[in-house]
T-cell receptor, first 111, second 115 residues
Framework: GNSVTQMEGPVTLSEEAFLTINCTYT??????LFWYVQYPGEGLQLLLKATKADDKGSNKGFEATYRKETTSFHLEKGSVQVSDSAVYFC??????????FGKGTRLHILP | EAGVAQSPRYKIIEKRQSVAFWCNPI?????LYWYQQILGQGPKLLIQFQNNGVVDDSQLPKDRFSAERLKGVDSTLKIQPAKLEDSAVYLCASSLAGGAGNTQYFGPGTRLTVL
């Protein structure tokens, strides 16, 4: 079945460090891929998405590229801020609007 | 634009008791979802409504969970009787319409603790 695997947290970085959170997926065909973010005390928010191979989703300085050959959708940011501290979920949707989420990666940014 | 509203935000009950959660989606959104998020895991879809009809409830434990969406707007999710393993955050989401291209907007969730 369809599934998403993302790196386990927590991930702790200093402010202005480079961020990568790895995500790989299992699915037939070409699913849509997402990154959601959950800030403390808030609901899940869509951070970015990509709907076909080689697409790059971007938002708030975050980027992720849909790599069909490696079935990956890694999240990157060049310079993180304390306000980026949150839980990040990689997810996919395939054929319908049912979203399958990874387990989430908690990110701590130290000032 | 107001987001998805949920209440209560927190609930503590003892096992075998019943509990209900309420969700008010974004105005005009036809599709409503309930997810269960157990600590350390990603959200798992429990049930999806399109207006007031059920589209998918394949992962809803129907022996104890029930949900309704009267008049195609607000929705309630009920657990009766609750078990320890039901401790989780229950998330409500809505989208303008069904389909893979539609963004789902999530509420803040209700954190349920079953003792």
């Amino acid at each position: 079945g369809n599934s998403v695997t993302q790196m386990e947290g927590p991930v702790t970085l200093s402010e202005e460090a480079f961020l990568t959170i790895n995500c790989t997926y299992t699915a037939t065909g070409y699913p849509s891929l997402f990154w959601y973010v959950q800030y403390p005390g808030e609901g899940l928010q869509l951070l970015l998405k990509a709907t076909k191979a080689d697409d790059k989703g971007s938002n708030k300085g975050f980027e992720a590229t849909y790599r069909k050959e490696t079935t990956s959708f890694h999240l990157e940011k060049g310079s993180v801020q304390v306000s980026d501290s949150a839980v990040y979920f990689c997810a996919l949707s395939h054929g319908d609007d049912k979203i399958i989420f990874g387990k989430g990666t908690r990110l701590h940014i130290l000032p | 634009e107001a987001g998805v509203a949920q209440s209560p935000r927190y609930k503590i009950i003892e096992k075998r008791q019943s509990v209900a959660f309420w969700c008010n989606p974004i105005s005009g959104h036809a599709t409503l979802y309930w997810y269960q998020q157990i600590l350390g895991q990603g959200p798992k879809l429990l049930i999806q409504f399109q207006n007031n009809g059920v589209v998918d409830d394949s992962q809803l434990p129907k022996d104890r969970f029930s949900a309704e969406r009267l008049k195609g707007v607000d929705s309630t999710l009920k657990i009766q009787p609750a078990k320890l393993e039901d401790s989780a955050v229950y998330l409500c989401a809505s989208s303008l319409a069904g389909g893979a291209g539609n963004t789902q907007y999530f509420g803040p969730g209700t954190r349920l603790t079953v003792l």
